[in-house]
């Protein structure tokens, strides 16, 4: 009992530490403020009950989120393949630090803001049955863990080998690859999420 609580408590202070290292990385206002700005603009909108903020949250946090998931398997990775082994380092050690929390705000914010725009009467009130309701709900918040799993993790491992002492450059190249991999089904499931959205009102 006693072990587990111990091995308990090393994994927990594990993620902390990580997180808190990461943010201070990336500079712990820019961290906070990628997490904050985004979700308190969404707070105001609840407060106000205003479904034109709300909808302007969803649609520009989703952009942020979209653009991102298209812009890195297509323009960043491959810029970072034709880098040598040095300044890939350099790039992804500076990148991965603000990447993670950016995108963590912008995602959190486009799938709540998508569900309080489907489910509140003063929203869009479309409520959660539904085809198109279910599968933006499923799709939408899949995409999130599936964006918090998979991709996060691999940037993340991309990063630490990075700032190892002695930084493996094929293990590098593998996760980049794997990285490409991913960042084009996420692509894929996005466009599938842009149809759902334009299907909410039109299908
Ligand atoms: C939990 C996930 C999500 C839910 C519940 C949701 C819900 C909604 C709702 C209710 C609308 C209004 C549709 C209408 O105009 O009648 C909408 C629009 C929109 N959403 Fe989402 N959404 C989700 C995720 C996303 C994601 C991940 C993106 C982009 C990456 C996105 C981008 C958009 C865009 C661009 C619109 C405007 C389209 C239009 O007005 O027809 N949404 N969403």
Redesign the pocket.
């Given at each position: 009992m006693e072990i587990t609580q111990n091995q308990n408590t090393v994994r927990e202070r594990g993620v902390i530490d990580r997180v808190q290292h990461l943010a201070s990385e990336a500079n712990p206002a820019f961290a906070t403020g990628s997490i904050i700005v985004p979700l308190t603009v969404l707070a105001i909108s609840v407060v106000l009950q205003s479904p034109q903020l709300l909808?302007y949250t969803?649609?520009a946090a989703?952009?942020v989120?979209?653009g991102f998931?298209l812009i890195f398997p297509a323009v960043i990775g491959p810029a970072l393949g034709g880098l040598d082994d040095e300044n890939t380092i350099a790039v992804t050690t500076q990148l991965t630090p603000k990447l993670v929390f950016f995108i963590l705000g912008f995602?959190f914010t486009?799938?709540?803001?998508?569900?309080v725009?489907?489910?509140t009467e003063w929203?869009?009130g479309?409520g959660f049955s539904g085809l198109w309701?279910s599968a933006?709900?499923g799709?939408?918040?899949g995409?999130?863990f599936f964006g918090l799993v998979v991709p996060n993790r691999i940037h993340l491992q991309a990063y630490y080998e990075s700032r190892s002492e002695k930084p493996d450059f094929d293990r590098l190249a593998a996760i980049e690859k794997r990285n490409a991999l991913i960042g084009i089904v996420e692509a894929i499931a996005?466009l599938g999420?842009?149809f759902?959205?334009?299907g909410?009102?039109?299908g």
């Amino acid at each position: 009992m006693e072990i587990t609580q111990n091995q308990n408590t090393v994994r927990e202070r594990g993620v902390i530490d990580r997180v808190q290292h990461l943010a201070s990385e990336a500079n712990p206002a820019f961290a906070t403020g990628s997490i904050i700005v985004p979700l308190t603009v969404l707070a105001i909108s609840v407060v106000l009950q205003s479904p034109q903020l709300l909808f302007y949250t969803h649609v520009a946090a989703g952009a942020v989120w979209f653009g991102f998931a298209l812009i890195f398997p297509a323009v960043i990775g491959p810029a970072l393949g034709g880098l040598d082994d040095e300044n890939t380092i350099a790039v992804t050690t500076q990148l991965t630090p603000k990447l993670v929390f950016f995108i963590l705000g912008f995602s959190f914010t486009t799938v709540l803001s998508g569900t309080v725009l489907l489910t509140t009467e003063w929203g869009l009130g479309y409520g959660f049955s539904g085809l198109w309701s279910s599968a933006s709900l499923g799709l939408g918040w899949g995409l999130f863990f599936f964006g918090l799993v998979v991709p996060n993790r691999i940037h993340l491992q991309a990063y630490y080998e990075s700032r190892s002492e002695k930084p493996d450059f094929d293990r590098l190249a593998a996760i980049e690859k794997r990285n490409a991999l991913i960042g084009i089904v996420e692509a894929i499931a996005m466009l599938g999420i842009i149809f759902l959205m334009t299907g909410l009102r039109l299908g």
